[in-house]
């Protein structure tokens, strides 16, 4: 089954408009690896911005705030911890501070970048993983459990662990027969999918150690795939036919015997890389090598899978990063934004659905997943599920303060384990706290200085929330109205 593109058909994300941003606010002189492994080589969040660099001996990855624009120093600190080239780095999706990294040197370690960013050479992690005998060129945290990190390796074996102690927690060593090209967890983390070389798609179980799933020879060709959890179980995985094409399809785990559709797209050797917005049910393809980014939407209609457009450029990206909704400019109808990689270049693409209203737009802001694990690292051991937990972009969004802050170097103290009714806070918290109510206190005996400009803040504050609360409304009130029309045909007898 192909896609259609001739057919003309209802979506609000038909006309996503793609700009690079101008010149002066790309980030310039990055010296990216040349190492030979298809990651994307760059991973942002809405704080920082990392790359995979060239390290004369050992291997290093760039970290700069999200914010940085212009050339990069050739004495800018790096990450520098590993004694072998960085394969794969992967932000933690409940710390913008944490970051994983992969290496040829067997390990995975973790880091935690302060908030302003590298002060100095980066060489100390909060913990090294040591589980691979071979390079480890795979990493994806757990997208609802505390702490929890899965990694492969080129030694065929997949491991999870946690973080917060170190432990190796399940070891999967014969599920895969050939090396693993890409693993992903499914909404909840209850299950993970696979493609590996010897071309088959499996669903795995990792806390039971059992294949669930297998496809035999998802894409004919020999070159790596990729395959993506989307957000109501079914999987997408690109990949290549045997006459080198390169194919995009969808799969529906109940039932692997054929895809929902599939597509070939044009011949070409770099590997697609598929990035999957949950929330708008977008997926866009980076190819490596290419000069677009092609994006679709997948949809319970057939044929499943809608091309929308795609963005061209004159320069190929060698890998590409893909920030979180909580990092986007929701005052621009800003979907997506990338950060595309040129061989010594970072520059930001923006996806954007153009309104000529200026309030928030709740049809293409669903609430998102945030900071907030929804459960810790020993209740997903022990068996638990949960989806994410949801926060609203309207507004802009604000980082909470979190009951599971700086708990990295530990395992998190179970709320239940508090003899109080709320959750249990941290020293860190309690510290915060204190020194918050020593701040309050001083300025009351220091005098009103600084009064006008709390009184304006408080008043932003209102307005900002009046601004929300108007922005739903109206979104109801245009809901009642089309339910009003649809009774009034039922009535009539038109329907």
Same mark, same amino acid.
């Given at each position: 089954?192909?896609?259609?593109?001739?057919?003309?058909?209802?979506?609000?994300?038909?006309?996503?408009? !793609?700009? @690079?941003?101008?010149?002066?606010?790309?980030?310039?002189?990055?010296?990216?690896?040349?190492?030979?492994?298809?990651?994307?080589?760059?991973?942002?969040?809405?704080?920082?911005?990392?790359?995979?660099?060239?390290?004369?001996?050992?291997?290093?990855?760039?970290?700069?705030? =999200?914010?940085?624009?212009?050339?990069?120093?050739?004495?800018?600190?790096?990450?520098?911890?590993?004694?072998?080239?960085?394969?794969? $780095?992967?932000?933690?999706?409940?710390?913008?501070? $944490?970051?994983?990294?992969?290496?040829?040197?067997?390990?995975?370690?973790?880091?935690?970048?302060?908030?302003?960013?590298?002060?100095?050479?980066?060489?100390? /992690?909060?913990?090294?993983?040591?589980?691979?005998?071979?390079?480890?060129?795979?990493?994806?945290?757990?997208?609802?459990?505390?702490?929890?990190?899965?990694?492969?390796?080129?030694?065929?074996?997949?491991?999870?662990?946690?973080?917060?102690?170190?432990?190796?927690?399940?070891?999967?060593?014969?599920?895969?027969?050939?090396?693993?090209?890409?693993?992903?967890?499914?909404?909840?983390?209850?299950?993970?999918? *696979?493609?590996?070389?010897?071309?088959?798609?499996?669903?795995?179980?990792?806390?039971?150690? *059992?294949?669930?799933?297998?496809?035999?020879?998802?894409?004919?060709?020999?070159?790596?795939?990729? !395959?993506?959890?989307?957000?109501?179980?079914? $999987?997408?995985?690109?990949?290549?036919?045997?006459?080198?094409?390169?194919?995009?399809?969808?799969?529906?785990?109940?039932?692997? *015997?054929?895809?929902?559709?599939?597509?070939?797209?044009?011949?070409?050797?770099?590997?697609?890389? +598929?990035?999957?917005?949950?929330?708008?049910?977008?997926?866009?393809?980076?190819?490596?090598?290419?000069?677009? =980014?092609?994006?679709?939407?997948?949809?319970?209609?057939?044929?499943?899978?809608?091309?929308?457009?795609?963005?061209?450029?004159?320069?190929?990206?060698?890998?590409?990063?893909?920030?979180?909704?909580?990092?986007?400019?929701?005052?621009?109808?800003?979907? @997506?934004?990338?950060?595309?990689?040129?061989?010594?270049? $970072?520059?930001?693409?923006?996806?954007?659905?153009?309104?000529?209203?200026?309030?928030?737009?709740?049809?293409?802001?669903?609430?998102?997943?945030?900071?907030? +694990?929804?459960?810790?690292?020993?209740?997903?051991?022990?068996?638990?599920?949960?989806?994410?937990?949801?926060?609203?972009?309207?507004?802009?969004?604000?980082?909470?303060?979190?009951?599971?802050?700086?708990?990295?170097?530990?395992?998190?103290?179970?709320?239940?384990?508090?003899?109080?009714?709320?959750?249990?806070?941290?020293? *860190?918290?309690?510290?915060?706290?204190?020194?918050?109510?020593?701040?309050?206190?001083?300025?009351?005996?220091?005098?009103?200085?600084?009064? /006008?400009?709390?009184?304006?803040?408080?008043?932003?504050?209102?307005?900002?929330?009046?601004?929300?609360?108007?922005?739903?409304?109206? !979104?109801?009130?245009?809901? =009642?109205?089309?339910?009003?029309?649809?009774?009034?045909?039922?009535?009539?007898?038109?329907?």
């Amino acid at each position: 089954m192909s896609f259609r593109r001739g057919v003309v058909r209802q979506s609000k994300f038909r006309h996503v408009f !793609a700009q @690079a941003w101008k010149a002066e606010h790309c980030i310039d002189d990055v010296r990216v690896s040349r190492v030979t492994w298809d990651s994307q080589l760059c991973v942002v969040n809405p704080k920082f911005i990392a790359v995979i660099v060239e390290s004369g001996g050992g291997g290093a990855f760039l970290v700069v705030p =999200i914010t940085k624009s212009g050339r990069i120093d050739q004495t800018c600190s790096t990450v520098c911890g590993h004694l072998a080239p960085v394969l794969d $780095i992967q932000w933690c999706p409940h710390d913008d501070n $944490i970051i994983a990294s992969a290496s040829e040197d067997n390990t995975v370690k973790v880091w935690q970048i302060p908030d302003g960013g590298l002060v100095g050479p980066m060489t100390e /992690p909060l913990v090294t993983l040591e589980g691979h005998s071979k390079r480890v060129g795979i990493l994806a945290w757990h997208p609802t459990a505390f702490n929890i990190l899965l990694s492969a390796g080129c030694d065929n074996v997949m491991c999870v662990w946690d973080v917060g102690t170190g432990e190796l927690v399940y070891q999967l060593s014969d599920a895969h027969p050939d090396l693993i090209y890409s693993a992903c967890w499914n909404r909840d983390g209850s299950a993970v999918c *696979t493609v590996s070389k010897d071309k088959a798609l499996r669903v795995i179980d990792p806390r039971r150690g *059992t294949v669930l799933k297998v496809r035999e020879k998802v894409h004919d060709g020999t070159r790596p795939m990729r !395959a993506v959890f989307l957000s109501d179980g079914k $999987i997408l995985t690109t990949g290549f036919s045997r006459m080198s094409e390169r194919q995009m399809a969808l799969w529906d785990p109940k039932d692997l *015997t054929e895809p929902m559709a599939m597509q070939e797209m044009d011949t070409s050797n770099g590997v697609l890389l +598929p990035f999957y917005d949950p929330d708008t049910n977008m997926v866009y393809l980076c190819g490596k090598g290419d000069c677009t =980014i092609r994006y679709f939407e997948v949809t319970d209609e057939s044929p499943y899978v809608h091309f929308l457009n795609l963005y061209s450029s004159k320069e190929p990206q060698r890998g590409a990063g893909y920030v979180s909704k909580r990092g986007l400019d929701v005052n621009k109808c800003e979907i @997506a934004r990338f950060y595309k990689v040129h061989e010594r270049k $970072i520059e930001p693409i923006s996806m954007t659905v153009p309104r000529k209203s200026d309030l928030f737009q709740g049809d293409l802001y669903p609430d998102t997943a945030g900071l907030e +694990p929804s459960l810790l690292a020993e209740e997903w051991i022990a068996g638990q599920d949960a989806p994410p937990l949801l926060v609203s972009l309207s507004g802009g969004y604000a980082v909470p303060p979190s009951k599971h802050r700086d708990t990295m170097r530990g395992r998190p103290k179970l709320a239940s384990q508090d003899s109080g009714a709320g959750a249990a806070a941290t020293p *860190t918290a309690v510290a915060v706290a204190r020194e918050t109510e020593g701040e309050t206190r001083g300025n009351a005996a220091d005098g009103t200085a600084d009064r /006008p400009k709390k009184e304006d803040d408080v008043l932003n504050e209102i307005l900002a929330e009046m601004k929300a609360l108007r922005t739903v409304v109206l !979104a109801q009130s245009q809901r =009642i109205e089309i339910l009003e029309r649809q009774l009034a045909r039922i009535e009539d007898g038109d329907v």
